[in-house]
């Protein structure tokens, strides 16, 4: 089962536009949820991440929603670049020791 | 300051063999976790050590096995390969503190790409 469901599955955006992932989950345990990057053949890398007691966090052009009435939590990428193009995945985590990963968008910013 | 490092980057095994995989720490991060993540696929968590014990265990068989050693490197094991195996593994560390003051962050390496024929 899993547990962190995530859309889309890719996403074309053109340079300037706002680039949106959606991500939504079942257990209300989890109480920190990161957005991880990933470039071809690298290792994820931290992009930003949120806990549930605020409903927005803003880093430079990358702005996480989270609605936990809803159990919701997206990526807004705004003036997204071509230099963005990767695959983002969301994460959940309860316990610090074992996050649940989304099944990745792959992100392609047409210049 | 050192990044995570893994090793081998590329190896390429035949069903029912064994195969060790290795990763030093972030200098300064005590906890390891390993993530198996399959092509086009999300990472899945198979276990995580701190300070040399199993600290969680996800959803896989005990073929797959860790160690952690006192300088926090670790080994993750898989024996009796199986096709299903063949997958990048991501080593990841992190420095745990009191929740809600530690970021939770985890630092990846770019980890091993197992090929099972």
């Known amino acids: 089962q899993q547990q962190v469901k995530q859309s889309p599955q890719s996403l074309i955006v053109q340079k300037g536009g706002i680039s949106i992932i959606n991500c939504a989950y079942e257990n209300t345990a989890f109480d920190y949820f990161p957005w991880y990057q990933q470039f071809p053949g690298k290792g994820p890398a931290l992009l930003i991440a949120?806990?549930?007691?605020?409903s927005e966090k803003k880093e430079g052009r990358f702005t996480i929603s989270f609605n936990k009435s809803a159990k919701q939590f997206s990526l807004h990428i705004m003036d997204s670049q071509p230099g963005d193009s990767a695959t983002y995945f969301c994460a959940a985590d309860s316990t610090g020791n074992q996050f649940y990963f989304g099944t990745g968008t792959s992100l392609t910013v047409i210049p | 300051e050192t990044g995570v490092t893994q090793s081998p980057t590329h190896l390429i095994k035949t069903r029912g063999q064994q195969v060790t995989l290795r990763c030093s720490s972030q200098?300064?991060?005590?906890?390891v976790s390993w993530y198996q993540q399959a092509l086009g696929q999300g990472p899945q968590f198979i276990f995580q050590?701190?300070?040399?014990?199993?600290?969680g265990r996800g959803n896989f068989p005990p073929r797959f096995s860790g160690l952690q050693f006192p300088n926090y490197s670790s080994e993750l094991n898989v024996n009796a390969l199986e096709l299903d195996d063949s997958a990048l593994y991501l080593c990841a560390s992190s420095s745990p503190g009191r929740r809600g003051a530690n970021t939770g962050e985890l630092f990846f390496g770019e980890g091993s790409r197992l090929t099972v024929l």
């Open positions: 200098s300064g991060h005590n906890t």
């Open positions: 050590y701190y300070r040399e014990e199993e600290n």
């Open positions: 949120i806990r549930p007691d605020v």
